[in-house]
């Protein structure tokens, strides 16, 4: 399975964005999509993900500003990113679970600027 994201740029703070993956290589509708981030010198983290059955978890740094969804086709998923802060600054990172395997995506860099 390979993830493929898309959308990342620089904003100014306030502004928004929104973040494309498609995954291929799946005959299955994979099981969680999501997105997590790595800021430099920290640990990547979760934003958001969403199941194939319409369950969805936020970070409460990007609840209420940030929304995911599931589209068609499947195994694709998409992250609105309103209000986006400086803090939100990062590589983002497309993932995706089909049982016990993980998949990433190869990163889309956000920068949000003053």
């Known amino acids: 399975v390979q993830l493929q994201a898309s959308g990342g740029g620089l904003v100014q703070a306030g502004e928004s964005l929104r973040l494309s993956c498609a995954a291929s290589?799946?005959?299955?509708?994979?099981?969680?999509m999501g997105w997590y981030r790595q800021a430099p010198g920290k640990r990547r983290e979760l934003v958001a993900t969403?199941?194939?059955?319409?369950?969805?978890e936020y970070a409460d740094s990007v609840r209420g500003r940030f929304t995911i969804s599931r589209g068609n086709p499947k195994n694709t998923v998409y992250l609105q990113m309103d209000s986006l802060k400086l803090e939100d600054t990062a590589v983002y990172y497309c993932?995706?679970?089909?049982?016990?395997?993980?998949?990433w995506g190869q990163g889309t860099q956000v920068t949000v600027s003053s």
């Open positions: 993932y995706g679970r089909w049982g016990s395997e993980d998949y």
């Open positions: 290589g799946s005959a299955f509708r994979l099981n969680v």
């Open positions: 969403a199941t194939s059955v319409g369950s969805i």
